[in-house]
Nanobody, 125 residues
């Protein structure tokens, strides 16, 4: 299962962005995200990659303390896509954001050997 991230951009502090994570083959590829927990990670320059949010197969939601109350993770099974709605963005949210599929939510980046290109989020005035 290969995932593609999109939706990043540059936004001012306090702004919002919505990231998308989709199977690289699209909704018709047969690679259904329904059967996986999908986690979002981010990596800022000079910092280690960290997990920020995960949605379980049963749609349970998990957030890191740094984004809790500001980010919302959701999935649209019809579109075979998982979203990360990011609100009240701060400069410290600036990073490249990645998504990964897991059997259940661990949001542990060391569980993965390969990563996609990610999508860049820059929060700056």
């Amino acid at each position: 299962l290969q995932l593609v991230e999109s939706g990043g951009g540059e936004v001012q502090p306090g702004g919002s962005l919505k990231l998308s994570c989709a199977a690289s083959g699209g909704a018709a590829s047969g690679d259904s995200l329904d059967y996986f927990a999908i986690a979002w990670f981010r990596q800022a320059p000079g910092k280690e990659r960290e997990g920020v949010a995960c949605i379980g197969v049963s749609d349970s939601e998990h957030y890191s303390d740094s984004v809790k109350g500001r980010f919302i993770i959701s999935r649209d099974n019809a579109k075979n896509t998982v979203f990360l709605q990011m609100n009240s963005l701060k400069p410290e949210d600036t990073a490249t954001y990645y998504c990964q599929a897991e059997l259940f939510c661990t949001t542990n980046p060391t569980n993965f050997d390969s990563w996609g290109q990610g999508t860049q989020v820059t929060v700056s005035s």
